[in-house]
């Protein structure tokens, strides 16, 4: 066994930038159905929390980039930020050859008014 990490940290103003310069081309490339139902639920706050998932993504990207034979392997919506009844976030990965090979892998997401930020934490074969 192995392990990997991921972080990344992100300024929320750019997210919502890109969203309200794009609208739905920007959300629905970088997000699933799932996770754009969590952020506008958010309402006032939501652009943080796309803001965290965006930061949730590059870090997962970072720690599973040991498994990917090219960076293209993943897309922004293979990798989908979930949260469980706490509200702890968990990924699930949709349609990914490695997976298999990922013996487990947990996240931690933080977001104020200016930043979010995210770190994965990764053990795979
Ligand atoms: C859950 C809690 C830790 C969130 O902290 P916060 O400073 O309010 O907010 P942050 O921006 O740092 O974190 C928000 C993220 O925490 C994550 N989170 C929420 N509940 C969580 C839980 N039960 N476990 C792990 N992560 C959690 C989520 O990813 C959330 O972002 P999202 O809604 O966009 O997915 C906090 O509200 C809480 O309930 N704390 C309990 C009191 C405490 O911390 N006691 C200290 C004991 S040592």
């Known amino acids: 066994m192995k392990i990997a990490c991921g972080t990344d940290i992100i300024e929320i103003n750019r997210i919502q930038d890109a ?69 702890k976030p968990y990924i699930i990965f949709h349609d990914v050859e490695f997976e298999n090979r990922i013996h487990s892998i947990d996240i931690s997401i933080s977001h104020c008014k200016q930043y979010a930020t995210a770190y994965v934490t990764m053990i795979y074969e």
């Open 19 to 87: 969203i309200e310069k794009s609208g739905l081309r920007f959300l629905k490339e970088i997000y699933t159905d799932g996770e754009i139902e969590y952020c506008q639920n958010k309402k006032n706050t939501k652009y943080e929390h796309y803001a965290a998932r965006f930061a949730a993504k590059e870090a997962v990207f970072k720690a599973v980039y040991v498994l990917l034979e090219n960076k293209f392997e993943l897309n922004w919506k293979q990798a989908e930020i979930k949260n469980d009844k706490f509200g």
